[in-house]
């Protein structure tokens, strides 16, 4: 089945690193995705990773995609105050290649 | 560089009236997918359209439906608007490739009443 899982919420200090976690259920998963989306906005896109890497670096972002275990991670470095949002991961799959399906979204709370 | 716009950015309706929202793909981009939020939860696909056909459809019923215009702009109808339709529509355009990542617009908030 389609099911992709997060965990509802995160908080952390400003300037420490933070973990969101994700777990996905199609192991033939082509791509998999991090957006972030802010109060009364849409999604924006993070970075994306292929199913055939296992780490993706872009600045303060790392993500970490473990295939055999269905689970992908951003690491956000040095967490600011304006990375305060929600966060979902997505992914796309081959039989169903033109559309994103999502998890419910990681709130993440970033204290002074 | 215009990323992808949506209008009416809020909407208020009453149960059994229709709606039309509309969404301009980002410049380049030819194909074009609708999401519905709900408060709280991830977006669900709705359908995608790419040369003016619809592509991929997900668990919606056929109150729902769309278009694609020349232009890769798209509409999206929903007929006998329900309270449960209330919710977050977001548009979401990207270049008809596989690795082709979604970039979404701000949204239309629904709200049926």
């Known amino acids: 089945g389609e099911d992709v899982e997060q965990s509802l919420f995160l908080s952390v200090r400003e300037g420490d690193s933070s973990v969101i976690n994700c777990t996905y259920t199609d192991s033939s998963s082509t791509y998999l995705y991090w957006y972030k989306q802010e109060p009364g906005a849409g999604l924006q896109l993070l970075t994306y990773i292929f199913s055939n890497m296992d780490m993706k670096q872009d600045q303060r972002l790392t993500v970490l995609l473990n295939k055999k275990d269905k689970h992908l991670s951003l690491r956000i470095a040095d967490t600011q105050t304006g990375d305060s949002a929600i966060y979902f991961c997505?992914?796309?799959?081959?039989?169903?290649?033109?559309?994103?399906?999502f998890g419910s979204g990681t709130r993440l709370l970033v204290r002074p | 560089d215009a990323g992808v716009t949506q209008s009416p950015t809020h909407l208020i309706k009453t149960r059994g009236q229709q709606v039309t929202l509309r969404c301009s793909p980002k410049?380049?981009?030819?194909?074009v997918s609708w999401y519905q939020q709900a408060l709280g939860q991830g977006p669900q696909f709705i359908f995608q359209?790419?040369?003016?056909?619809?592509?991929q459809r997900g668990n919606f019923p056929d109150r729902f439906s769309g278009h694609q215009f020349p232009n890769y702009s798209s509409e999206l109808n929903v007929n006998a608007l329900l309270l449960g339709d209330s919710a977050l529509y977001l548009c979401a355009s990207s270049l008809d490739r596989e690795n082709s990542p979604l970039h979404f617009g701000n949204g239309t908030r629904l709200t049926v009443t």
């Open positions: 359209y790419y040369e003016e056909e619809e592509r």
């Open positions: 997505a992914e796309r799959t081959p039989d169903s290649s033109y559309k994103l399906i």
């Open positions: 410049s380049g981009h030819d194909t």
